[in-house]
């Protein structure tokens, strides 16, 4: 009795283990079927979200818009040379002794006449060479209060101020003009926030700007090419001096030196 149970068991055994190995051997037939050898290709990674914001096209779009507006400006500015004023005893003595406060630099004169161009220059320097031009400088009148002159250019039919336009409100990004050897540069500076500034040196509130950047005596551009105004520094702080202000001091410089052009 013992042994046939035994043998009984032993069949149900071996027959369960060889059900369990057909299962199994069934389930990897078809799952060969099912899932086939997956490829393993090494994918690049994905773009950054901010990548797609500034793409290339839009950097070019920007170089070709200031080129186009520096090509635009280029007739109604000049680069002057300027460098450190002579003492006025060593004028009177004769000697070529000058004031080493400040050495020689290149500045950008706007045209507001055809043949006058307004220059910043600051205290202790003046106007000494007109870039690419043989003629002498010939310094029409200066203020030294607001550190700007008026100097006489080669005729032109370029040399009108747009007194009239619409306060340069902000968040805009402007051309800031400078000058080099080789010319004026045009350069992009993002202006965000502005407001009303008063400055000492002037009679009328300016334009101030919040961007640390921009050079002191640099002119400022929008892409289509109006004036926006001349930047003047005041230690960290920078104003824009607009149209409208600078055809006033225009006038003014005019009435003392007694010409009109």
């Given at each position: 009795?013992?042994?046939?149970?035994?043998?009984?068991?032993?069949?149900?055994?071996?027959?369960?283990?060889?059900?369990?190995?057909?299962?199994?051997?069934?389930?990897?037939?078809?799952?060969?079927?099912?899932?086939?050898?997956?490829?393993?290709?090494?994918?690049?990674?994905?773009?950054?979200?901010?990548?797609?914001?500034?793409?290339?096209?839009?950097?070019?779009?920007?170089?070709?818009?200031?080129?186009?507006?520096?090509?635009?400006?280029?007739?109604?500015?000049?680069?002057?040379?300027?460098?450190?004023?002579?003492?006025?005893?060593?004028?009177?003595?004769?000697?070529?002794?000058?004031?080493?406060?400040?050495?020689?630099?290149?500045?950008?004169?706007?045209?507001?006449?055809?043949?006058?161009?307004?220059v910043r220059v600051p205290a202790g320097m003046i106007p000494t060479e007109l870039i690419d031009s043989t003629q002498p400088v010939e310094i029409v009148a200066a203020d030294s209060k607001r550190e700007i002159a008026l100097i006489r250019l080669p005729p032109s039919g370029d040399g009108t101020i747009e007194t009239v336009t619409?306060?340069?409100?902000?968040?805009?990004?402007?051309?800031?003009?400078?000058?080099?050897?080789?010319?004026?540069?045009?350069?992009?500076?993002?202006?965000?926030?502005?407001?009303?500034?008063?400055?000492?040196?002037?009679?009328?509130?300016?334009?101030?700007?919040?961007?640390?950047?921009?050079?002191?005596?640099?002119?400022?551009?929008?892409?289509?090419?109006?004036?926006?105004?001349?930047?003047?520094?005041?230690?960290?702080?920078?104003?824009?001096?607009?149209?409208?202000?600078?055809?006033?001091?225009?006038?003014?410089?005019?009435?003392?030196?007694?010409?009109?052009?």
């Amino acid at each position: 009795m013992t042994n046939g149970l035994q043998e009984r068991w032993g069949r149900e055994t071996r027959l369960l283990v060889l059900i369990v190995v057909v299962s199994l051997a069934v389930l990897l037939i078809l799952a060969r079927f099912r899932f086939p050898a997956a490829r393993l290709d090494v994918a690049p990674p994905a773009p950054s979200p901010l990548a797609n914001l500034v793409s290339r096209a839009a950097f070019e779009e920007l170089s070709e818009a200031m080129a186009s507006t520096a090509n635009q400006i280029a007739p109604r500015v000049v680069v002057v040379r300027i460098g450190p004023a002579r003492s006025s005893s060593a004028a009177r003595a004769g000697r070529g002794a000058v004031d080493h406060t400040n050495g020689p630099r290149l500045a950008l004169g706007l045209r507001v006449r055809p043949d006058l161009a307004l220059v910043r220059v600051p205290a202790g320097m003046i106007p000494t060479e007109l870039i690419d031009s043989t003629q002498p400088v010939e310094i029409v009148a200066a203020d030294s209060k607001r550190e700007i002159a008026l100097i006489r250019l080669p005729p032109s039919g370029d040399g009108t101020i747009e007194t009239v336009t619409e306060p340069f409100a902000g968040f805009a990004y402007l051309g800031e003009a400078t000058a080099t050897r080789d010319g004026l540069t045009l350069q992009p500076v993002f202006i965000g926030r502005t407001g009303t500034r008063p400055h000492e040196r002037w009679p009328a509130a300016l334009t101030g700007v919040d961007n640390a950047s921009v050079s002191d005596g640099s002119l400022l551009f929008t892409i289509e090419g109006r004036l926006i105004g001349l930047a003047v520094r005041d230690g960290a702080s920078v104003a824009v001096v607009p149209p409208p202000m600078i055809e006033t001091a225009v006038v003014e410089l005019l009435s003392v030196s007694g010409g009109a052009s």
